[in-house]
């Protein structure tokens, strides 16, 4: 049965198939799935690899993988061959495939999110003021084209490319620590070091994360080939390609961690275990991955993983479409955009039919649906609004979340506004149940003493400048659905206390632009920092330059250290300062002190506007699909299902 995930002073580790909880940071190392030589000369390997190598194609086995390749303890030793089929939604459903193949970060999370495991790096020491973190990695270890994965990897892709200010406005959060970024120097091929300027004790389950993947996203033999330092005419190779400018072209050709174009080059070499055949680009009706024959990860019995031979994403544009896959059974896997509460039933009694059973997934999100008005608005009469504390405090009472929960989730969930879930040790009852009563007198009386007591013809506010209170709320229907059957009904609410809105139902791409812009009135997204509020604490403080979308410019002032954005308010600054004292922060009981304090202030702020708790939910696995757990957690620090290291997931013969 999951479990919350506890923080802890330092990750467990394992060695030679015992764990051990490692008490203190001072000469720590994880040691966890650490192979042997040997082993790796009695690996074996798919069939279709091992012609390639008799036929001269391919080096044989013992010199492709590493001398320590991680060892994968398979519920089940599996067996070679077929394809994994999932969906994707649209063009912009790139995450779709990054939650399915994109954990070779230097760590991982294990199955229960409650320890960081080796991944990339085969042990690790931290020093005993967590400012130094040195990573051994596997000697031999070789991208997916074959060439050597070195530090020097490594130290490229942070010096030169996330420190790079033409490609990175900001230094990815992950590797800044009190508005100092990390810095990272070779200590041999096989060696790095990662030294911030003061105490970072939670680096490690950052790293973990999906945003802390930057260190083994850029091979240096390829990608430097598109930066000026290293190629003179890159940006004549750029505009050669029709490309303004080479950061365009550098991101065109190798990604990034969230955008699209990270799987559109079957050209670029990666340490994943399937690797691009057909690309993720304009107009693709699927998208599919082949096994790595350079993948560096083993089972107990010395197998090569990944075990399935081929992962074809077919892409699909709507919700209708996924959900007749999965019925008639052409879906091997899948959670992603079926899993809402109104499809289960009919799921449940096609299980038979469809030849699959159903996963739980333990949501990790503390939100269902948070609702965020823009408090830094371009337009100073709507900044005014949305920032006095009065107007959203009416509008949260306004709101009629026990109707919304009985009929869009079927009575499955409790009024919420954010904050640690319940159970959670850092759990606070006034930042989580604040203002969710229904009280639309309450909300009319305060409406009225804000200055909004005149109305239109048809019942509307008026702000005192004589124009309507109307706002549109964005919202992903592609991959939110719920979300829009929420804001529908919270717009019927809203309506009777005199509070015009719209639904704006748009793509995620166009999500993501109007709010980098600052161009949005309001946005939803499901509240995360629910089971792992340090991680994920984008609603509790503006960290997050494209997640905190009550307050993007604050975000961007708290992560380029106060260069660019805005100033936010006081209580703002003061919770940014006590998360970086909290992130720094080994002692639990100190760390945890820190971050009530967070969640007091937050409270009283009151910045965003939840509905309802975040609900379990659910997918689909075919039944002849083995090693998937039957449950595991869902959200964005542990990026399901990849964390369950599909690598090792095989079919029965039938």
């Not at 107007?391 to 640690?420: C, H, W």
């Not at 592609?478 to 009777?496: F, I, Q």
């Not at 629910?530 to 961007?556: C, E, N």
Request: hydrophobic residues 40%; contains cysteine.
């Amino acid at each position: 049965m999951f479990t919350p995930r506890r923080s802890s002073r330092f990750p467990a580790s394992a060695s030679a198939g015992r764990r051990t909880v490692l008490k203190g940071f001072a000469g720590a190392a994880a040691l966890a799935g650490v192979g042997s030589s040997a082993l790796a000369q009695a690996a074996k390997e798919a069939a279709a690899l091992g012609k390639l190598v008799s036929d001269g194609k391919l080096p044989a086995l013992a010199q492709r993988l590493p001398s320590m390749p991680l060892v994968v303890q398979a519920e089940k030793v599996g067996t070679y061959g077929g394809v994994i089929r999932r969906g994707l939604r649209g063009s912009s459903d790139h995450n779709g495939i990054l939650r399915m193949v994109g954990n070779q970060g230097l760590v991982r999370w294990n199955l229960a999110f409650t320890e960081v495991l080796p991944c990339v790096a085969a042990r690790w020491e931290v020093n005993a003021a967590a400012t130094e973190f040195t990573f051994h990695l596997r000697p031999g270890m070789k991208w997916s084209d074959g060439k050597p994965f070195t530090a020097d990897d490594i130290v490229f892709a942070i010096e030169d490319c996330c420190k790079n200010p033409e490609l990175y406005k900001t230094v990815p959060s992950v590797l800044v620590i009190n508005n100092k970024p990390v810095v990272v120097t070779k200590l041999s091929d096989t060696a790095v070091k990662f030294t911030f300027a003061s105490a970072y004790a939670l680096f490690l389950e950052q790293l973990a994360t999906p945003l802390g993947q930057h260190p083994t996203l850029f091979p240096k033999h390829y990608c430097s080939q598109f930066l000026p330092k290293y190629n003179p005419k890159a940006l004549d190779n750029a505009k050669a390609a029709n490309v303004a400018d080479w950061p365009t072209y550098f991101r065109n050709k190798c990604g990034d961690i969230e955008i699209p174009s990270r799987w559109g080059n079957v050209e670029k070499p990666t340490l994943d275990p399937w690797i691009l055949t057909e690309a993720y680009s304009g107009g693709a009706t699927r998208v599919v991955m082949d096994r790595n024959p350079y993948f560096w990860q083993v089972d107990q019995a010395g197998n090569q993983l990944p075990y399935v031979d081929r992962l074809s994403f077919n892409i699909s544009q709507d919700v209708e479409s996924l959900m007749l896959d999965a019925l008639s059974g052409k879906l091997d896997i899948q959670e992603r955009h079926i899993d809402s509460l109104q499809n289960k039933p009919t799921l449940s009694q096609n299980m038979q039919k469809g030849g699959y059973r159903l996963i739980e997934l333990i949501n990790t999100s503390a939100q269902q649906v948070q609702i965020y008005l823009n408090m830094t608005h371009k337009d100073p009469k709507m900044r005014e609004m949305f920032a006095n504390k009065q107007f959203r405090q009416a509008l949260s009472l306004g709101m009629n979340r026990k109707e919304i929960i009985d009929i869009v989730y079927l009575g499955q969930s409790e009024p919420y506004q954010t904050g640690p879930r319940p159970g959670h040790p850092w759990f606070n009852e006034k930042l989580a149940y604040q203002f969710t009563q229904y009280d639309p007198k309450q909300a009319n009386e305060l409406l009225d003493k804000l200055g909004y007591d005149k109305r239109d013809a048809q019942k509307f506010r008026l702000r005192p400048d004589g124009q309507k209170v109307f706002f549109s709320i964005d919202v992903i229907p592609t991959l939110y659905p719920d979300a829009v059957d929420t804001l529908e009904l919270v717009k019927r609410h809203w309506a009777e206390i005199g509070v015009d809105i719209k639904v704006n139902t748009i793509e995620r791409a166009l999500y993501y632009t109007r709010g980098d812009a600052n161009d949005h009135d309001a946005a939803t997204w499901p509240g995360p920092g629910g089971l792992d509020p340090m991680l994920d604490a984008r609603d509790f403080i503006a960290t997050h330059p494209q997640g905190s979308r009550y307050a993007i410019p604050w975000s961007v002032w708290f992560t380029s250290g106060g260069k660019d954005g805005q100033e936010p308010p006081a209580s703002q600054k003061q919770r940014m300062k006590l998360y970086d004292e909290a992130r720094a922060t080994a002692d639990l009981k100190k760390r945890g002190e820190l971050m009530k304090q967070v969640f007091d202030q937050c409270a009283e702020a009151f910045e965003t506007i939840g509905v309802c708790l975040a609900v379990n939910s659910f997918g689909i696995c075919k039944t002849n699909l083995q090693n998937v757990p039957k449950s595991y957690p869902n959200g964005w620090s542990w990026p399901n299902p990849a964390p369950a290291l599909p690598q090792q997931f095989f079919f029965t013969r039938t």
